[in-house]
């Protein structure tokens, strides 16, 4: 008796490295204890919220004995909550953002599967940047959409011309995730400029709009002070979609939001449908202490030199183990070259030396490997003689 659908068995399936490398995790931290293993696998963020969360929290608390302190509220979300995001956005994009452009979502996530819900129709093609974060493929694939990963160039930058090939007369979106998971490339002013006048000119020819998901939950962690492009300046259809899992260490909160550009014309048959879509879907509204949370904490922050600390560590166990990999200037992830083209023999060879890290083919590009540094300075620094004897197997 068959219990799922196809989709999904395979889908299952296809996980099948992840939950493996999740198993053999806890088989080695049993065998070894946790300060022996050097899992690089998972980019859960591990550093606290700032103080202000702690403060904001006692004051919600003191409150709870109100009517409907923990009440429902409008789908969009809590009316102070969107107007502190409008000023957070507003300054990101260098553009007046109102309260009415924002809708408060569980989470990026959550906004990406409610703007995919309000904007595809089944058959409609959702153009990615390879590598790209894996989950793309389920959240287009949810509404009937089909993810269509568009390679970067060598140091990940954006490949123009290949976007522009990409395009059809069903492309309905491009997702540009900058900083990126999992490279952490942070795209330039130029190169995102050229893509907005592939796109004018897709649209003019087409007559369809296709917008730009401007997916930015790691805008915060820039670790060089590059510019992250306003998205609102590059290009009228943008959408921005954001969330504080890592700007406030808040991931399990599932709080984030949709930010319309207000260039869009007729931007608010778009935030209708948007408002829709985040109830219809289940999520009703985002979770209401998580909103008077960011209400009172929009302005706090993380300290982005404990992760900028982690980086340069990470890069130089890295070099040190002659390693080929390209810096991230932002998130926290680096995805360096594996020594052999099939990335899972590597992979295996570091699981010898009890290093979790996840291949490349899940992210849309074989060859590469994927290590998260949202893990104690320790772990990194202890992981060195590892990581030469893993690289030493091929040599």
Known sequence: MQLLSDEVKGFLGNSSMIRRMFEA???LKRTYGED???DFSLGNPDVPPPPEIKTAMLEIAAKSDQPFAFGYMPNAGENLCRSALAELVSAEQNTTVSPANIVVTCGAAGGINAFFRATLTPGDEVLCIAPYFVEYGFYAGNFGGILKPVMSNEDFSL???????????KTRAIILNSPNNPTGKIY????????GK?????RKKTGRMIYIVSDEPYRFLNYDNCEVPSMFEVYDGTVVIGSFSKTLSLPGERIGYIAVNPALENAAELLGGLTLTNRTLGFVNAPVVAQQLIAKCINARIDLDIYRRRRDLMAQVLTDAGIEFTMPGGAFYFFPKSPVADETLFIDALLKER?????????????YFRLAFCVPEKTIANSAESFKKALNAFR
């Open 36 to 38: 022996n293993v050097y």
């Open 159 to 169: 490949n123009v011309e290949r976007i522009a090939a990409a395009i059809t007369d």
């Open 355 to 367: 290093i979790l890290a996840v291949p490349g083919r899940g992210f849309g590009l074989p060859g």
């Open 25 to 27: 995790g806890i088989e």
């Open 188 to 195: 330039s002013r130029a190169e995102l400029d050229e893509v």
């Open 198 to 202: 592939v796109l004018y000119a897709a």
